[in-house]
Structures are given as structure tokens and as C-alpha cells.
């Protein structure tokens, strides 16, 4: 089938297509959230896309180049000739909009290790996954905490077990954060943005209200159990810098 014209039938295209190919290629960052919160299509979350942002397992990484060129796309060959281990540019044929493609692990102001969690089928990342991705960024902007906002206002918090596709995994979360301190401080702060955000823009008719969610998850991080490395690291606190810039990542 052809490159679909609007980017958000272009992200469904895709999906299903590595799907049908078997190919852990599923999606994430904005159009991801579009994807599973019917709040950020409406007013006033509603907005344009400039990109599509995928991660692919790893056994399926050197199958995504002839995957995208089959629809279509051209691969950056320089930056895929130097990153590829890691992450994959391609472009659309006219330049409509790029596609980014991550192996096995987000890396920006944290690491979030996604191997063995992309398993052909769904179409986005899983939910739990979906938010810490969001919530990692230590620059966090409007858009990332609308799409947070509008993520939390649609989907409930499951409290027990590792969730149901539905829902998003608090156990996964408190997996990470009591791990590695840096990010906990990170999601911690950066939830506090998301309730500020929410007091004053909250999703009309939708199912949760996205500060209770909010203030669920912020107490369950604050009791969950804490590894020793996070302990050692809690005592240093700030005085060593806990987070990476947009800048050292790219580099």
C-alpha cells in the first residue's frame, strides 16, 4: 500500500504492516499517545505531528531498513552507518515527515531498557512504558506533559500485576524508579509538572481525573522498596548531575 497523507493513518499503516511481517516494530512517542488516548485528539490537546517514533526489539533491528524501504522511506545512511546498533533515521520520500526508530532501549535523559517488551502485535509500546518515556524527559515541554495528562485522564492505573494492555503498570514503574534514583527523581518532579498542568487543562468527559492519577502514582513511588544502589545515590542527591542533555545524547 502507499505512504498514507496524513501522518496518523500513516503511523496505523505501519503498525499493521510489521505486524503481518512479524516485526517487533511498535510505536511510541506522540502519535504513539494519539494512538491509545482519545483526549489528545480533541481540544484543546489536539495537535499536528511532525514525526513517527518507533522502537523495534533487537533480533528485529537489521530488519527494519528493508521493512521501511519496501514502503517506501529512505534511510539516512550516514547516520544509520554510525548509530544503527542503537537507533535508525529514515525520511519520507518527500519530506513530509521522518521516521525515528529506537533498538531495544530509549536513551535521552534516562535510559528506559525495553528488551523483551516488544513483542510483535501491539501497536504501541505498552502503556506503562508509554508514560515512563514521556516522563524521563528531564527537559519536559507542554506537549510531552499534555500527551501525559491526556494518557492518565484515559487510562487507569493498574496497581497489581503487569497490566493488561489496558492499563498502565504501576509495578513496571516502580520497577525503574526503585532502582535507579536519577530517574526516580526525574519522574517524581516531573509529575508534580504533569498535576500543576492538569489543575489548569484537564480533559473535558474523560474517564480519570489526571491528578488523582498523579497523586497514586507519586505515593506509590514514594513507599515502594528502594534498591541499595538508589539508597547510595539518594545521599549524593543533586550534588552530581543525575540526568543527560539532548546534546550528550545525540553525541
Not at 121 to 133: E, K, N, S, Y
Request: hydrophobic content about 45%; overall charge negative; charged content about 25%.
Amino acid at each position: 500500500m502507499p505512504i498514507a497523507a496524513d501522518i496518523r493513518d500513516e503511523a496505523a499503516r505501519l503498525t499493521v504492516a510489521a505486524a503481518a511481517a512479524n516485526l517487533g516494530l511498535r510505536l511510541m512517542g506522540g502519535l504513539a499517545i494519539w494512538t491509545v488516548s482519545p483526549s489528545v485528539r480533541v481540544p484543546p490537546f489536539a495537535r499536528e505531528y511532525g514525526d513517527l517514533d518507533f522502537a523495534v526489539r533487537g533480533r528485529d533491528g537489521r530488519a527494519v531498513t528493508p521493512f521501511l524501504v519496501a514502503e517506501d522511506y529512505v534511510p539516512e545512511r550516514m547516520f544509520n552507518s554510525i548509530h544503527g546498533a542503537q537507533r535508525l533515521n529514515f525520511g519520507h520520500p518527500s519530506g513530509q515527515w521522518t521516521i525515528d526508530v529506537v533498538i531495544d532501549a530509549l536513551r535521552m535523559s534516562h535510559v528506559i531498557e525495553l528488551r523483551g517488551r516488544l513483542d510483535p502485535g501491539p501497536p504501541t509500546i505498552d502503556l506503562a512504558d508509554l508514560l515512563l518515556t514521556k516522563l524521563q524527559v528531564w527537559e519536559i515541554n507542554a506537549k510531552d506533559l499534555a500527551d501525559i495528562t491526556c494518557l492518565l485522564a484515559d487510562r487507569p492505573l493498574s496497581e497489581t500485576g503487569a497490566g493488561d494492555g489496558e492499563a498502565i503498570a504501576v509495578e513496571r514503574i516502580l520497577a525503574l524508579t526503585g532502582s535507579d534514583w536519577g530517574l526516580c527523581h526525574t519522574l517524581e518532579r516531573n509529575l508534580g509538572k504533569v498535576a500543576d498542568f492538569a489543575r489548569e487543562r484537564r480533559p473535558d468527559g474523560a474517564l480519570f481525573d489526571p491528578v488523582v492519577q498523579v497523586e497514586a502514582l507519586l505515593a506509590a513511588i514514594a513507599v515502594g522498596r528502594k534498591s541499595a544502589g538508589w539508597r547510595a545515590r539518594a545521599l549524593i542527591g543533586e550534588r552530581v548531575r543525575w540526568y543527560e542533555t539532548p546534546e550528550e545524547v545525540r553525541h
